[in-house]
């Protein structure tokens, strides 16, 4: 594979490095972009011009460094235009508001107490009067009728920015929603008033009420519970049903990839109509009509799943795929995929950020890259041999090259994934298999209430397997702490060793040996630091203070009032970034109006219920989580609005 035959993957490349180095450059306007732009473009054009009108090639260093400079200032382009922060009426800049009126722009969806929404802002009340503005909210209500696309609202009171992190390692919902642009979220109760409805997005509106009426089908043909929350997730991609338990046993058994429509599912559907007619049998017209209805089709199964990145990239792929077919070419994999992920970014650039797509596009590169070299290193005489060996090779090349990514978000991995997926993917396939004729043909009572059975017992069987596998032991591996910089070392690792394989040239057994010596001895560096930590962590919740202390090799706590999602989602992730999880007991007693606490070393810390205090003589300094920067405070006694780390003598 040579990075020069493929041109859209520098293309891909460059335009996501513009798109990286958009936060960086906020402080320049649109006007100057632009500006930068047109001057690289008109660059670009005389050089291309001067290189038409000349006997030899000349400016070899300019050239493609003008052009490579281009595409990133149109990655800069493109996330200006998308960064819904730069309209002047966007809520951001509007301060306290009285109310707004908006549009509804999806079904409910419901929470453990609530039911949430998204509400495209028009106007806001300020002052007494109505102005327009701009943005989205989330609204959180408790209405007793529901809110449907369309439905035009009046909501009085003033949505919250959403707060960014206040603990090391939480989860940035802040940043999450920023990159899908939304930065407000509001608790309404059910200070809702309906004043009519508009048909403002037909399309989005038409495919919301056609889930909904698959997803009514479902609940009248598919009535084993786990059964229909599977068919939701696997065949219209509402995971959102799924119980904690069924999603639990699906992420331990390493197949959670079945449940996020992804390219194995849009690919099911792309062949699923190749069983009747192969395009290469019809005539030029024929085979461009047939192709083209292929490519509705799944553009249609991508609108009714919601458009998640991962599918954008499959419907986009197999689109290009398709269209080359009508020419009866046999397109570049790669250069395919770096055209649809082109193409998604222009659209919409902050979709590099979300990590279905991450995890979309690495699991594609590392099959079409790995698996090829997987495969040839055995070849089964027996048919069933081979087809399991195909299958193992596809699983252990999406592993690998998803690895690193997966482990850094999630720091899970699931031992037995290789047998998992041997019985998972064929039976996605086969339950896919019956589930789009049941989809299609589900309002034909007779044949809907068959179809509907059968795809009832095959997502059964599927349980059953993945329950089994589940409840192996050390059925997968957790806490696993993966920097940012680990990952890349891993991904070069991955690549230095590919290269060595299909190569065996001495330089890449050298860099191959060179990388894996950096893993090691940053695992040497990370132990020694655990060995000779002494620092306090005192977590901010709500209306709680939790206490970790690492010191010496031993995390000491003192998390007793904590609430199981707070332990989950604001405290363990920094306890996995420090390497250390399984905490000792620290020793408190009642003090007064607080609690005191008595630390290894000989310290002892007061708490109350917004302060706190240490033994003066212990502290070397303390310093306040700022996301994503700690801040220092020159006083021990300082009010909790953040976790604080205090670093001990």
Known sequence: MKFSEYPFMRYALFFVLGVLAYPRLDFLGLKEILLITGLLFGGYIILSATNATSQSYRFRAFFPITAYALLMSMGLVFTHLRDVTNDPLHLIHHGEIEGYIGIVNDLDQEKPNTFANRIAVTAIKKAGKLQRASGEVIIYHKLSEAL????????????TPVPPPSNPQEFDYHRFLANQQIYHTHFVDRHVVKLGKENHAPINNWMLNLRSLLQGQMDKYITTSHSNQIAKALLIGQNKYLDKEVSEAYVTAGTMHVLAVSGLHVGIVYGFFFFFMKPYQLSGQ??????????????????????APSVLRAASM???????????????????????????????????????????????????????????????RWKI??????????????????????????HVFPTYFLFSNLAAIPGAFLIMSFGIPFMLLSFLAPIGSLLGKAVDLLISI???????????????????????????????????????????????????????????????????????????YIYRLENKIIVDHFYRGTLYSKDNTALPQDLNYKILPN??????????????????????????????????????????????????YHNPKWLPIEEADV???AALRVIMQ
């Open 639 to 641: 009010a909790q609005e």
């Open 148 to 159: 449907y696309p369309g439905d035009f609202v009046w909501i009085a009171g003033n949505p």
């Open 462 to 536: 599927e349980n059953r397997v993945i329950f089994f596998f589940q409840k192996l032991p050390f059925a997968r591996i957790e806490y696993i702490d993966l920097s940012f910089w680990e990952m890349i070392l891993i991904w070069a690792l991955i690549i230095s060793a590919y290269l060595l394989a299909i190569n065996n040239r001495r330089k890449y057994a050298y860099l191959c040996l060179f990388l894996f010596t950096c893993l090691i001895a940053n695992q040497w560096m990370l132990l020694r630091e655990i060995l000779s930590r002494n620092e306090l």
């Open 318 to 380: 197999f689109t290009l795929l398709a269209m080359a077919q009508m020419k009866s070419r046999n397109p570049s994999i790669y250069n395919s995929l770096a055209l649809s992920a082109l193409i998604l970014m222009v659209f919409d650039p902050y979709i590099i950020f979300s990590v279905g797509f991450q995890l979309s596009y690495t699991a594609v590169f590392g099959i079409v890259l790995l698996q090829p070299q997987l495969s040839q290193r055995w070849r089964p």
């Open 385 to 410: 041999a081979n087809y399991l060996w195909e299958l193992t090779t596809v699983s252990i090349a999406a592993q690998l090259a998803t690895f690193p990514i997966s482990a850094h978000y999630f």
């Open 575 to 624: 306890r996995i970034s420090k390497g250390q999880v399984q905490a000792v007991d620290l020793k408190e007693v009642e003090s007064g109006n607080g609690r005191h606490i008595f630390l290894p070393g000989g310290a002892w810390l007061h708490i109350n219920e917004d302060s706190f205090e240490i033994e003066a003589s212990a502290i070397k300094q303390i310093v306040q």
């Open 286 to 307: 024929k085979r461009v009509l047939y192709l083209s209805l292929i490519i509705c089709i799944i553009w249609l199964y991508a609108l009714i799943t919601g458009l």
